[in-house]
């Protein structure tokens, strides 16, 4: 449903569109500012924009509400086109159309089956002092809001330069900030802070996901949906003035300062997301990314999520076996007969001090003679993949994006006959438009030849996984094989990620660490590294992070016969529904997510000891089984104790949980007889 006029201020609400009669007499007044506020379905979450009067030289506006308390104060959209200025300031509306949609979707995989994409939709449609014609878009869903600027096409502009984008963000009073500053716009991966919004760094990029939270309650996250054909954005603050700004900074174009997109009309923004909620854990519910993305065009069925192993990780850590462990034929069948044994679906060829193809240059990244298409002798690749058929186990590569990028489709065709079912696309290490565009390329031609991407050394997602149902995960975290070098990668900082870099999506996480150790006992080593926390820590990431192809990083021999693996063999990658349970920020997390019948249970502290108590409301009406993983010493000297308990339930039940420090607890809820 459509709604157009002139007649402002407008609101808009999924379930009627009025224009106030007083409208009439508000226009014929002139007044010095005009609004349009978009609701959400439920009535909760508005955005609203002001649009000054074409004599007034200040920009459009816009603010965020959630229940009547202020998120976002007024805050100028800023965007400057080489030789054309500022498109906001002074802009004059001409005119806008309303709709509203309530639809639901269904998903190939994901945290849940169906999606609800209930919204209502205001565009405006402005002219700049220059004279270019731009539109803004705004939505309003229950769980955020989202807004994009678009160039349509236009004879005085079939080309352009984006300069920059400045957009700001006025939080309003003093939320609380969990935040990731980095150095460059290429990197992607550091330790989260807590601080308030008046000790937020000066000149310091930050990248998002963003949380900010309340005193009084109220959370909202600050990320982009649907990046393509543009270039990603961070936030900064610019100066020590009070109260704290923080604003846009896109990263440049590969080799230039002046320019950020370039490209003809139509052009379209990413969506500027505030993810809302009046407790930070439910956003991890949301699905708000993928209802701002475009469905899928054609069929994936054949895209099939699922466990990988990821031998590099261990590094060298091949003692006591009959071979030469290695990029070798025999070290790969012995992961491949691993893989065979204990259900998982897909065993990784990366290479640890080489890559599995051919080049004279040592280590891995690529040089002059790289050859993406010629495996090392040693591996033995044809007998390789014809073992790993017999024994139902798929192979996926590892390759660098740089050769990659010289010989994509050659590559990628070369690749589907050999029977590969997918990559981790490594280093991409750059956010500007030209790489965007190149993984959007990756993520095409894969799948016209039927193969699963991952990237590494990358940017967060946007929600573009309900595009590309091949695309399974994106790395853009500093996760656990950092533990190889520093022990950064703690309980706590697990805790922040969830909170934070998990609300973009899927997050590659390097799981599977077995060797559990104390802070005091820790030592970073490159082969068979130790992980800090506990091992039902461990397995709880499994459950909590939305996590389609989930690595099981060790060696076989650190999992077969250790208590816990069973349940890393049966937790599945994909789910029917997710619920938030219990949780702070920063703390705690205690998450359900549903396949089939089963419900998985999945819990994890910092390192601060805690004492749960976890309700079952979620449960349907009848009697379950549940069987728990749980901390088997509150000492933090025996992190790879752990204890397995079972007991009847009801949804009436609360399960009483002792969590170590840097603990967890993992388990399944099964309907009973």
Known sequence: MWFRSFLLPVIVCAAAWTVPAAAREVMAREVMAREVTVHSPDGKNTLTVECPPAADARPVTF???????????????????????QLAAGARLLDFEARGIDETFRLP????????NSFCQVRLRFQSPGGVRWDLELRAYDDGIAFRYVLPEQESLREFVLESEATEY????????????????????????????????????????????????GSAAVLEGRLRDFARMDLQRDSDAKPPVLRCRLSPLHGRKDACVTGRTPRASPWRTVLLADRAGTLLESNLLLCLNDPPQGDYSWAKPGKTTWHWWNGGGGKGLPFTYGMNYETHKHYIDFCARHGIAYHAVVGIDRPWYVQSR???????????????????????????????VGIRLWVHWQPLDKRLEEAFAQYEA?????LMVDFLDRSDQEMVEFCDRVLESAARHKLHIQFHGVYPPSGQQRTFPNLFNHEAALNLEYLKWTDRCSPQHNLNVVYTRALAGPTDYHLGGFRSVSRAKFKPREDDPDVLGTRCHHL???????????QVCDKPA??????????????????????????????????????????????????TARELNVPLSFLGPGKYQA???????????????????????????????????GGGFVGTIRPGK
């Open 63 to 85: 603010r965020v509400t959630r229940s009547g308390q202020t998120i976002l104060d007024p805050s100028p959209i800023k965007i400057t086109l080489a030789g054309r200025g």
């Open 109 to 116: 995989w994901g945290k849940c089956r169906e999606v609800r």
């Open 170 to 217: 006025r939080f309003a009073d003093d939320p609380t900030l969990l935040l990731m500053t980095v150095p460059n716009f290429a990197v992607s991966e550091n330790i989260y802070r807590r601080t308030p919004l008046a000790e937020v760094p000066v000149k310091t990029l930050i990248s998002p996901p963003l949380l900010a939270v309340w005193p009084g309650g």
């Open 362 to 392: 040592p280590g891995l990244l690529p040089g002059p003679d790289t050859d993406i298409l010629k495996p090392v002798p040693e591996l033995e690749l044809p007998k390789l993949l014809d073992y790993a058929k017999q024994r139902g």
């Open 418 to 422: 050999w029977g590969i079912k997918g």
């Open 540 to 550: 709880a990431l499994y459950v909590v992070l939305e996590n389609p192809l989930p």
């Open 558 to 607: 650190a999992y077969e016969g250790q208590t816990g693996f069973d349940f890393l063999e049966q937790v599945p990658t994909t789910w029917d529904e997710t619920r938030f349970l219990l949780g702070e920020p920063g703390e705690y997390v205690v998450l359900a997510r549903r396949k089939d019948r089963t419900w998985y249970l999945g819990g994890m502290t910092n390192w």
């Open 627 to 661: 069987e728990l993983y749980v901390d088997g010493s509150l000492d933090e000297a025996q992190p790879n104790a752990l204890r397995r308990e079972e007991q009847a339930v009801t949804a009436n039940a609360i399960l009483k949980i002792s969590l170590a420090p």
